[in-house]
């Protein structure tokens, strides 16, 4: 199946993979509890929106992503960022982040790839490199049903604040973003171009996601490694395509296509 992420360029500058840098700036025991986890993944969280300072409140958030690669990139779903595409226009998109002294940031953000049919993306933001998370998913890091894993986000921004917020939970089940139904009527056209395209798996799970919750890391309880980024867009849209109503489930993208994105990255 061809690749459908479409990188853009970044002048001047090559991006290098600086995993061994990540691991070692987040150092975990293997002994670690989840509260030590939660320590250490949160100042890598951001939320992603867009300012305009004429509008009223002038940031809105869009969702949350997490600094990857050099720290100077942040992922999210696609859906999250905007694309800015009036040159001339005052709305800019921009991530707001808590530094180490518990002052919120504010950087300004602009996407450097996408990847639409896993609904990811690459933000390169402005300032100094933040704390990188340490991506899972290679061959000693294997994802199954039953693994406790915990999410954390920022869910109802407008409501709870630059507080970010974690959810537990296990993977309960991972399966294909579509599959053929018994009854074709039930299937809608999104799932249809997807099941041309060729199905791919996704993990659901049993912690609760709310609205805000997308570009979510999620990761191993203990480890901290992250092994997904929760989807509350394009997965529910492909998998709850024939219920009346959302079931209330949350699903996640496997890392490894973050991985591929990453790499994209030139």
């Known amino acids: 199946m061809a690749k459908s992420f479409r990188p853009l360029r970044l002048p001047g500058r090559q991006l290098a993979w600086l995993a061994v840098v990540a691991l070692s700036a987040f150092a975990l025991p293997a002994s670690a509890g989840l509260s030590e986890t939660i320590d250490l993944v949160k100042p890598s969280i951001v939320i992603v929106g867009t300012y305009q300072e004429t509008r009223s409140p002038a940031f809105k958030g869009m969702g949350t992503g997490f600094v990857v690669g050099d720290g100077t990139l942040v992922a999210t779903n696609a859906h999250v960022a905007p694309t800015m595409t009036d040159p001339v226009a005052t709305e800019t998109l921009l991530i707001l982040v808590r ?6 940031q504010r950087r300004q953000a602009r996407k450097v790839a996408v990847d639409l049919d896993h609904d990811l993306a690459l ?10 998370l340490p991506l899972g998913g290679s061959n000693d890091l294997v994802v199954r049903e039953g693994q ?15 507080f970010p917020t974690t959810s537990r939970g296990i993977i309960s089940a991972i399966a294909p973003i579509a599959i053929p139904g018994a009854d074709s009527r039930l299937l809608g056209g999104k799932q249809i171009r997807r099941l041309k395209r060729g199905s791919f ?3 659901q799970l049993d912690a609760t996601a709310y609205p805000g919750s997308s ?3 999620v990761y191993e309880a203990d480890s901290g490694a992250i092994i997904g980024i929760v989807n509350m867009v394009l997965v529910k849209g492909l998998k709850e395509n024939a219920l009346s109503a959302p079931s209330g489930m949350t699903y996640a993208i496997p890392i490894l ?3 591929e994105l990453l790499r994209s990255v030139r």
Do not use: C, H, W
């Open 99 to 104: 530094d180490e002294n518990g002052v919120v």
């Open 123 to 132: 933000l390169k933001i402005s300032g100094t490199p933040l704390v990188p």
């Open 148 to 162: 406790r894993i915990a999410m954390t986000g920022y869910p109802v921004f407008d409501v709870l604040g630059v």
């Open 201 to 203: 798996a996704i993990y």
């Open 215 to 217: 570009g979510s890391p």
């Open 257 to 259: 296509y973050l991985q």
